[in-house]
């Protein structure tokens, strides 16, 4: 049997509006943290593994790798966050085949202060089909894709607005709670309320934040976990899919928009995980739009199809003394886009007691979907 | 892509030339497979299916709603006369399997249900381009 893989070290950069930094200094920032996190040095490390195909557009890789002894490199061909589930896949492939013993993960990019070069609605607008098929009747950007989805899932089953709502209050709070977030201002369910429409039925308040910034990982393999300077975050399961991979950008374009790959990937983490939904303190959701974690919670088996508004209720499941602690660093709602790397260093630093004001208390197993186009990934990790 | 109306679509575009063709002459047309006969939305080179190639076939311009949003907020400047306006898409009656985007005209957001008749009519806005858009089905 592969011997099982570890978290060893997280790193982040700020996340704000402008980093004021280079996108190859942010990078570089957010690794040597991970580095250092880990009690290692840029030296060990002998595999990278990129999460995102567009991140080695734009970087000075020779800065980069002049003092890594690179014998593994890859990039994750999945978008967001099902390619930060893949990247982590990857990374173990390489450790369990013996093509590296430290695997570095990072991930970045000035979305704010570069918005042209980085940002995911600069990305969606370079497509023909988007540019010659959607774009001309408005079905762009994110916002509107999902506004379609969120209406379609209301018409369904039932109004899900005080559940967004809830989403959202409860995702500031914990951004609140960060330390570093983007969005600090505390909300009410009536500053939600107030906040504008853009697509209905999304609001302002419904939709993630653009952000400079970078985050980072560092990955071995269990025996040289024990090692190391930091408590490691066990991947005790994973798996990565597409419901509909001929067309992962296009929103449309599925049979049931309704269903993430999470109704895939859930059954197989879980299965080698061998801990059930129960097990699971800390809950780390790819909350590009509210409505996105309404689906994944659906998919990855929390609550039947059309009832992910029952269980988020008025927030009570899924607040920090709650059954299912819910996106407890503030997600991308509110503490930042970072393409869900930062939920997986959440799950990480909640395993490891270093959650801050955040911290669930006891939690031992936490679970990360990222979702991304319409690939997913199921991450579930195991600590002492 | 500077200068670029997003409004417009590139009627050049050598995947789609046939449909814009098609809608200028009031037609709606899809990829069918001259083999297998399955529809393919977006169009692609090779039927996913058999291999086959595809054909530009003819539909009866109706189809059944299957979502919509009403957008207010003008993510491009050349959307900002337009907002709000609803865009939807439709699952058509006569392509199992292509799910088509136009925006929803002559209704109000609340006259909508999931499923409902949708029939397509055109709207040149030149001597070239013509767009399709979606109306409630009398």
């Known amino acids: ?98 093509q590296a013993n430290y695997v570095l993960l990072y991930i970045g990019a000035n979305q704010v202060s570069e918005p042209e070069k980085s940002s995911p609605r600069g990305i969606h ?38 559940q967004q709502a809830a989403i959202a209050v409860n995702t500031r709070k914990h951004a609140i709670l960060n330390g570093n977030a983007q969005m600090t201002k505390p909300m009410t369910v009536e500053d939600y309320f107030k906040s504008p429409l853009l697509a209905e039925p999304l609001r302002l308040l419904d939709c993630c934040v653009m952000t400079d910034g970078a985050a980072a990982m560092v990955i071995t393999t269990e025996e040289r976990a024990k090692d190391l300077a930091r408590p490691a975050a066990t991947i005790l399961g994973m798996a990565t899919a597409g419901l509909n991979p001929a067309s992962p950008f296009f929103f449309t374009q599925t049979p049931d928009p309704l269903t993430t790959s999470a109704a895939q990937t859930a059954p197989i983490a879980f299965a080698q995980a061998g801990v059930s939904r129960d097990d699971i303190d800390v809950l780390e959701i790819y909350d590009s739009f509210t409505i996105n974690v309404i689906l994944q919670l659906e998919d990855l088996g929390f609550c039947p199809k059309g009832e992910g508004g029952r269980f988020i209720g008025n927030g009570e499941n899924i607040s920090l003394d709650g059954k299912l602690p819910l996106n407890t660093h503030g997600g991308l709602l509110s503490q930042g886009y970072m393409y869900g790397m930062a939920h997986v260093i959440e799950a990480v630093k909640q395993l490891r007691g270093e959650a801050g004001l955040a911290q669930v208390k006891d939690a031992d197993v936490s679970l990360v979907s990222g979702f991304g186009g319409w690939f997913q990934g199921t991450l579930i990790l195991g600590g002492k | 892509m500077g200068n670029e109306n997003f409004l417009l679509p590139d009627i050049d575009w050598p995947v789609l030339v046939p449909f814009w063709e098609a809608c200028r002459n009031e037609e709606l047309r899809f990829p069918r497979c001259k083999n297998c006969g399955i ?81 397509v009519v055109f709207d040149h806005i030149d001597d070239k381009i013509c767009k399709p858009q979606f109306r409630i089905s009398k």
């Open chain 1, 1 to 98: 049997m592969n011997q099982r893989t570890a978290i060893v070290g997280v790193g982040e950069t700020t996340y704000s509006r402008n980093s004021g930094m280079t996108s190859t200094e942010i990078l570089l920032q957010a690794s040597y943290r991970a580095i250092h996190d880990a009690g290692l040095k840029m030296s060990d490390i002998d595999g990278v593994v990129l999460p995102r195909i567009r991140t080695e557009l734009h970087i000075n890789e020779f800065e980069f790798y002049t003092h890594a002894n690179l014998r593994f490199r890859a990039i994750a061909g999945m978008d967001a966050g099902a390619g930060v589930v893949q990247a982590i896949e990857l990374a173990q492939m390489a450790l369990q085949s013996g």
């Open chain 1, 125 to 162: 607008q370079e497509d023909l089909y988007k540019r010659n098929c959607e774009m001309p009747f408005g079905f762009f950007p994110q916002p509107v894709y999902f506004g379609s989805i969120a209406n379609r899932y209301q018409k369904l089953y039932g109004s899900i607005e005080n």
């Open chain 2, 39 to 119: 529809w393919q939305w977006y169009p692609t080179f090779i039927c996913p299916s058999c291999e086959g190639e595809f054909e530009w076939a003819k539909v009866t311009p109706k189809g059944k709603l299957f979502s919509w949003t009403v957008v207010h907020k003008a993510f491009f400047p050349e959307f900002k006369e337009k907002v709000p306006f609803i865009v939807a898409c439709i699952d058509v009656d006569d392509a199992p399997g292509v799910r088509f985007i136009a925006n929803a005209i002559d209704c109000k957001p609340e006259d909508l249900r999931i499923g409902m008749e949708m029939d």
